[in-house]
């Protein structure tokens, strides 16, 4: 790995509580950037990306010309940076964004898995979701299940095989949801499964289906599939989540496992944070993300 690229995006127009618009801020405030340096790589902060500041909505899909205008923006820049070799890091933002980053990832590749760590599934349809907060329908969206318009910026969206996409830590989707992920053929590894299996065979799982015959993994890794007691700064709470050290387990295997392609940190909130605590978490697991060992 040659260069880091950090992509900031401030986007909360997917969710349904503000704030997490700032979480790009609260990431770099904990130090990132500099943690990249001393890992001996060369990190380039290409800054943020802004949404446009009022756009057309409906009940079924909020604020989803927001979502589409920056979704493509996102787009273009993950695909700049792959295209140059580096290695693109996306800091959100709600989740909504991981359409733009992981359809630069899909077309550039070709063929990619994904690993979704969250807990909620997030592949909802307009037709399906009861809120219609788009930072629960990215997921769907990248596997040509979801609103096109997510995905859709006149580049020919390539969808990645559901064969080769994951979930992990879910223990809040809805019934819908459900069913659709089920229909579809995603692997889900609920809460339960990791109490069950342990996070060593989830993840080494998880690895082997998303690389199966794939150029490699988009990682997309939401903040609150760590419990709250250790991620508090988050909008969509859900007790019970990740153990600090399930969620670092999973992040150091990914690294040592040499597949991931591309990496998006999502959800992290400082408007309901308490002293940047999840903000450093997440720096903390961008760190190990690049090989930042504990010893």
């Given at each position: ?74 787009y273009h820049e993950v ?144 903040i609150d599939s760590i ?35 591309a990496f998006d940190m ?30």
């Open positions: 790995m040659k260069r880091v690229d950090l992509i900031g995006v401030q986007m909360d127009m997917g969710a349904g509580t503000r704030g997490v618009n700032m979480g790009p801020a609260a990431i770099r405030y904990a130090g990132v950037v500099d943690g990249i340096r001393k890992l001996g790589m060369e990190c380039r902060d290409k800054g943020d990306l802004i949404p446009m500041a009022e756009g057309k909505t409906c009940d079924s899909m909020r604020c989803y010309e927001q979502v589409h205008d920056i979704n493509e923006k996102l695909t700049k940076t792959l295209e140059e070799g580096a290695f693109p890091i996306v800091l959100g933002g709600d989740h909504s964004i991981a359409a733009g980053s992981i359809s630069a990832t899909a077309k550039h590749y070709k063929n990619i898995g994904i690993i979704w760590v969250d807990a909620h599934g997030d592949w909802n349809d307009p037709e399906s979701s009861p809120s219609g907060n788009m930072h629960g329908m990215p997921f769907s969206a990248v596997c040509g299940a979801g609103p096109d318009i997510m995905v859709d910026f006149g580049q020919e969206p390539v969808f990645a095989d559901t064969k080769n996409c994951v979930q992990i830590a879910a223990r809040d989707v809805d019934e819908l949801e459900r069913i659709r992920m089920k229909e579809h053929g995603v692997t889900v590894f609920s809460i339960a499964d990791i109490d069950r299996m342990g996070m060593p065979a989830v993840i080494d799982e998880a690895i082997k289906i998303a690389s199966d015959g794939t150029e490699g993994i988009h990682v997309s890794f939401d419990t709250p007691e250790s991620a508090p700064g988050t909008g969509t709470i859900v007790h019970s989540g990740l153990t600090l050290r399930e969620a670092f387990y999973l992040v150091e295997t990914l690294y040592t496992s040499g597949k991931v392609l999502v959800e992290v909130n400082p408007m309901l944070d308490i002293k940047n605590k999840t903000g450093e978490l997440a720096m903390e697991l961008i760190l190990s993300m690049l090989g930042k060992v504990v010893y």
